[in-house]
Structures are given as structure tokens and as C-alpha cells.
């Protein structure tokens, strides 16, 4: 597959494509998070944005370490868009999880 990919130079193409998919897989998650656990599962992606991080550096397949790159740098994103969300859900924007909110 790679000698394709290679052949046809779709390596932009493909990084391009898995980029969006990335970043589009992030939105929801960003949603499932903050109504499940609230602003404090920041940390979760922090956390998940330096072992991408730190498997981008050691990984040796530039494809695989380009892409490990972009999922950190989104989790990394998705902390600010987890406190944006809370803001959002606030206005009315999203559901409240009800049973979240009774706890707080």
C-alpha cells in the first residue's frame, strides 16, 4: 500500500485526509467530555497530547509520526475547547447532563 501511495506521491492527499478525520473525531469527543466530566477532563487530553507527543518522536514512520503529531496538538486544542464548551452549553448551545450538574 505504501509503495502506492509513494508511486502516486498521495502522501500530502492522505496526510490532508487524516488530518480532517483527526480533527473531526476530536469535536464529538470534546462534547462527550465536557457532558459526562465536566471541565476537569482537561486533563485527560493533556495527558493523551504528551504520550502522542512523546510516540511522535520515538515512532519512525514519517506518516504515523506526522499523524501522531496532529492527534497531539488536537488534544492539546481540545483542552481550551473543553472550558469553550462548558461556556457554550451555559447559553444553551448543548444539553446539560442533568445528573452531572446535580452533583456539582
Not at 35 to 48: M, N, P, Q, R, T
Not at 54 to 68: G, Q
Not at 81 to 96: A, D, H
Request: aromatic fraction near 16%; proline fraction near 3%.
Amino acid at each position: 500500500m505504501t509503495d502506492f501511495i509513494d508511486d502516486y506521491n498521495l502522501n500530502g492527499l492522505l496526510i490532508g485526509v487524516l488530518t480532517f478525520l483527526i480533527i473531526g473525531l476530536f469535536h464529538p469527543l470534546v462534547i462527550k467530555a465536557e457532558y459526562h466530566l465536566g471541565v476537569k477532563s482537561w486533563w485527560i487530553f493533556l495527558c493523551f497530547g504528551l504520550i502522542s507527543v512523546f510516540a511522535s518522536v520515538l515512532v519512525r514512520n514519517l506518516l504515523a509520526s506526522i499523524l501522531l503529531g496532529v492527534v497531539a496538538f488536537s488534544s492539546f486544542w481540545s483542552i481550551l475547547e473543553v472550558f469553550q464548551q462548558e461556556k457554550r452549553v451555559k447559553k444553551g448551545w448543548f444539553p446539560k447532563n442533568p445528573k452531572k450538574h446535580k452533583r456539582q
